[in-house]
């Protein structure tokens, strides 16, 4: 009897155990990110000469030339000076969006910059460039 009482815990353990463990790997996602490809208009713009303390603006177009729609997660400039602002949404396939990036121009002299693209592109991150020279306002 004392026998029977032990396989018979044995065996319910055994059947909790296998519940768990199923229920806790069938409530997990499998989370694939589909990726894409993505292409710019150009990749470099020479900003010119800007004056000192009047921002100024650049975009780059981006086309989706893959098959699945593009998600820019976010896009992060190598210096504080430079901010991007990006289409939030989807991008369907042949379709564009839109990468602005506002240059503070405070301090003179050269400068160049790089703007990082995060995506669901086949690289996970693209890079954009942008150069330019403030001119002192006293000028």
């Known amino acids: 009897m004392q026998k029977n009482v032990f ?7 055994s059947v ?3 519940v768990i463990v199923y229920v ?3 409530s997990m996602s ?3 990110t589909l990726t894409t490809e993505i292409q710019f208009g150009q990749d470099f713009v020479d900003m010119g000469d800007l004056k000192q303390g009047i921002p100024r603006s650049v975009e780059f177009r981006c086309k989706n030339t893959g098959s ?3 998600v820019i997660k976010y896009v992060e400039s190598s210096c504080g000076c430079a901010k991007p602002e990006w289409t939030k949404h989807p991008i369907l396939p042949n379709k564009t969006g839109l990468i602005k990036v506002t240059y503070d121009a405070k301090y003179p002299g050269s400068f160049t910059k790089t703007i990082m ?3 669901n592109s086949e690289k996970g991150m693209e890079k954009l460039k942008i150069r330019g020279r ?3 306002s006293d000028i």
């Open 24 to 26: 806790y790997y069938s």
């Open 117 to 119: 693209v995060f995506c």
């Open 68 to 70: 699945e729609p593009l």
């Open 134 to 136: 403030v001119i002192p």
């Open 7 to 13: 396989s018979l815990a044995v065996i319910m353990f």
């Open 16 to 18: 909790t155990i296998g």
């Open 30 to 32: 499998c989370s694939v």
